[in-house]
Nanobody, 128 residues
Framework: QVQLVESGGGLVQAGGSLRLSCAAS????????IGWFRQAPGKDREFVGF????????SVADSVKGRFTISRDNVEATVYLQMNSLRPEDTAVYYC?????????????????????WGQGTQVTVSS
């Protein structure tokens, strides 16, 4: 059973930074691709980024490109989402998710339904 725990959310002013962590309780963490998604009030959950199982590939959504980066530490079984230059529209609950499925297609990981395991989410609020 894969358990994911997000942390690092909070309240920050526009222009500020936060680093979210997604810690996994699985001994074969390096076999899982980790995705980040977010859901703002009244909106559908949307893709933010992903890190492939071996860390060779990482991608973020166009809406956060140049501001957010993803990294992973397979020894610590943790994936990080560094968020800089935060905007009020980044306010959302942020979720990390894991999938064991491997594909060379990045777009596969843009879809939340392709992830089997989810964390409980962490709230990020950006004030103007």
């Amino acid at each position: 059973q894969v358990q994911l725990v997000e942390s690092g959310g909070g309240l920050v002013q526009a222009g500020g930074s936060l680093r979210l962590s997604c810690a996994a309780s699985v001994s074969i963490f390096s076999s899982y691709t980790i995705g980040w998604f977010r859901q703002a009030p009244g909106k559908d959950r949307e893709f933010v980024g992903f890190s492939s199982w071996n860390g060779a590939r990482a991608s973020v959504a166009d809406s956060v490109k140049g501001r957010f980066t993803i990294s992973r530490d397979n020894v610590e079984a943790t994936v990080y989402l560094q968020m800089n230059s935060l905007r009020p529209e980044d306010t959302a609950v942020y979720y990390c998710a894991a999938t064991y499925y491997r594909t060379p297609s990045n777009s596969y990981y843009y879809t939340e339904n392709n992830f089997e395991h989810w964390g409980q989410g962490t709230q990020v609020t950006v004030s103007s």
